[in-house]
């Protein structure tokens, strides 16, 4: 039977090795497609914390060569086609970024859709807002309906309030600027029973302009 002592020190022992070797239990496999192990999922959550800090042309170069190997990774795909499109709206946009954002936008999409009718639905619901928010942003209002509108099919699935009230809104300003007025001010009713202080603004906003489109 093993004394106390020496089980004390090769607990000890082995916590030093963990210690040196740099190993960390706190890293996981992807969360959503578990296939991509720690180091993958790693490279993303850095190319996102890059993408926050408005690091846009590190988070790309980090994220095209884990692509470019793993072409069916959603995750990654996502993260790029949001760099670019953040990146076109900023000051150090770059020729190309809009049709790159798209490119993105649309293979992740298609990667979502594929798995989801293959049986194997991924977990995560909100790149029909992302997408329809960048349509938005680039005058693309058609197009962006048609995205957010898949977005509110899905609300029920969204991780937060707080991604239910970006749905609403922004399909709320997206028929507010086609002059839909009705519609727009029925989805900010919806984003402010959720608490959107936001669509409070918005809908007084909708309400004049709805006001002085019958005045004229």
């Keep these: 039977m093993m004394r106390p002592n020496n089980f004390r020190k090769l607990i000890t022992a082995f916590l030093a090795c963990v210690f040196l070797s740099g190993v960390n239990f706190t890293r996981a496999d992807d969360p959503i497609q578990s296939q991509y ?8 959550d850095q190319a996102k914390a890059l993408r926050l800090e408005r690091k846009y042309d590190q988070a790309i170069e980090q994220l095209k060569p884990l692509i470019k190997r793993e072409p069916e990774y959603y995750r990654a795909m996502y993260q790029l086609a949001l760099a670019c499109a953040e990146r076109a709206q900023s000051s ?18 298609a990667e979502k859709e594929r798995l989801s009718a293959s049986g194997n639905p991924l977990n995560e619901y909100t790149i029909y807002n992302s997408y329809g928010w960048f349509l938005m942003e680039t005058g693309r209002f058609k197009d962006a309906e048609f995205a957010l ?21 922004n399909l709320a300003i997206v028929y507010k600027r086609q002059g839909r007025f009705d519609e ?33």
Excluded: C, H
């Design 184 to 216: 727009a001010a029925e989805l900010s009713k919806k984003a402010i029973a959720l608490g959107s202080i936001t669509a409070q603004k918005n809908y007084v906003e909708i309400q004049q302009m709805a006001k002085s489109k019958i005045q004229k």
């Design 37 to 44: 192990k720690n180091v993958d999922s790693q490279i993303v």
């Design 149 to 169: 509108q898949k977005g509110l099919s899905e609300l029920d699935k969204l991780p937060s309030v707080q991604s239910q009230q970006r749905v609403l809104n």
């Design 92 to 109: 150090s946009r770059q020729e190309g970024d809009i049709a790159n954002a798209d490119k993105w936008f649309l293979a992740a999409i």
